[in-house]
């Protein structure tokens, strides 16, 4: 059986204590990946190197995976986001956010099952801003053919391999004509001329949000730029029982970053109580892209062996928190490592 290396970032706030939960449950399902941890955010800082070292970079280009802790980037101070930079080095543009009820999480909706595609490159995420004058700031919002057209690409590809039958794009093109417009025509025109077998759905945002929160289960693969499919992450957590239990992967063409879509949670960082089923969702992602780009079956099989470990806890009602449990972090990895 060969052994595939992976880099861990712990990160920050609420990240060591998640990955260490995440990292045991994956040693007790004897998952095939040896780890090679790495820093970046203030955990990097405070070890005197750049908020993302570049030895960092090098090492998931070396390794092609990587698990990441959520990351805090010091406010002020001119830092780039970590996030940002490591999707824009390491050109991982297609952010995959699958949104499903778990068993044992009860929630206002049974029944959800979506996935949100957002692009990850660009957008008013570009980090372009500047002062204008005193008073006057602005920030620059990019949109580039080459991007639009690749994540829509990207999105009817996963779509029609994963058996998707709608895609549904979320955009604010009657304010924004000329970038949100540009990835409405790219959108369009991949789906006409490579996918017209996948229903295709436009949405201004507003409108969007508020079917969300009123029949979720009407979507199916919801394609975003880069700030919507931010904030329509964590609002389509919601439904689902929260940051806690919504996973994450960051792909590029030859590379991939797995990471929850929660933050670094400073509120209950350090406390023990983080839920770390959203990172453990994550390493689950990563252990079938494994399977499925290096074709190695045992790694399949340590995913499903982890999925089976916490669909029975949660139907045994062992959660954290935040789902409504009393567990901690690792009371909860214990759980799931007694069913393995
Ligand atoms: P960031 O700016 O890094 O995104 P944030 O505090 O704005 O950080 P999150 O870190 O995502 O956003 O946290 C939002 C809320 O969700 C907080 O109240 C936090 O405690 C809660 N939360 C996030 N992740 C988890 C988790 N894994 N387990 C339990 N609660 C969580």
Not at 50 to 55: K, T, Y
Not at 237 to 244: D, E, P, Q, R
Not at 297 to 312: G, H, L, M, Q
Request: glycine share 10%; hydrophobic share 45%; proline share 4%.
């Amino acid at each position: 059986m060969s052994v595939h290396q992976a880099v861990l970032i712990p990160g920050d706030g609420i990240g060591p204590e998640v990955t260490a939960a995440a990292k045991r449950v994956l040693i007790a399902a004897e998952a095939p990946v040896a780890w090679m941890e790495r820093q970046a955010g203030i955990a990097a800082l405070e070890r005197g190197r750049d908020l993302m070292p570049e030895e960092t970079i090098e090492e998931i280009r070396r390794c092609g995976v990587a698990l990441k802790g959520p990351c805090t980037t010091p406010v002020g101070g001119g830092f780039t986001s970590v996030n940002v930079q490591l999707r824009k080095k390491l050109n991982l543009y297609a952010a995959v956010r699958p949104v499903r009820n778990l068993r044992g999480v009860p929630t206002r909706f049974d029944g959800v099952d979506l996935v949100i595609i957002r692009e990850n490159t660009e957008g008013l995420y570009s980090g372009v801003e500047n002062q204008v004058t005193d008073g006057v700031v602005m920030s620059m919002k990019v949109a580039t053919e080459v991007a639009c057209t690749r994540i829509a690409r990207w999105a009817f590809r996963y779509a029609n391999r994963r058996g998707r039958r709608k895609v549904t794009v979320f955009h604010k093109a009657n304010i924004m004509k000329v970038t949100d417009g540009l990835f409405l025509r790219c959108s369009r025109m991949i789906h006409e001329q490579e996918y017209p077998n996948i229903e295709y759905q436009e949405m201004i945002i507003d409108a969007g949000c508020m079917k969300l929160v009123q029949d979720p289960t009407q979507f199916d693969l919801l394609l975003l730029e880069n700030l919507y499919g931010d904030v329509v992450s964590d609002l389509c957590a919601g439904l689902v029982g929260g940051l806690g239990v919504v996973p994450g992967a960051n792909i590029g063409d030859e590379l991939a970053v797995f990471e929850a879509v929660h933050g670094s949670a400073p509120d209950i960082a350090g406390k023990g109580v983080a839920n770390p089923l959203a990172l453990l969702m994550s390493a689950v992602m990563m252990l079938n892209h494994l399977a499925d780009t290096c074709k190695d079956e045992s790694c399949r099989a340590a995913a499903e062996r982890i999925k089976s470990a916490y669909d029975r806890a949660l139907a045994d009602g062992r959660k954290t928190r935040d789902l409504g449990g009393d567990l901690g972090t690792e009371a909860f990895a214990d759980a799931l490592i007694e069913r393995l």
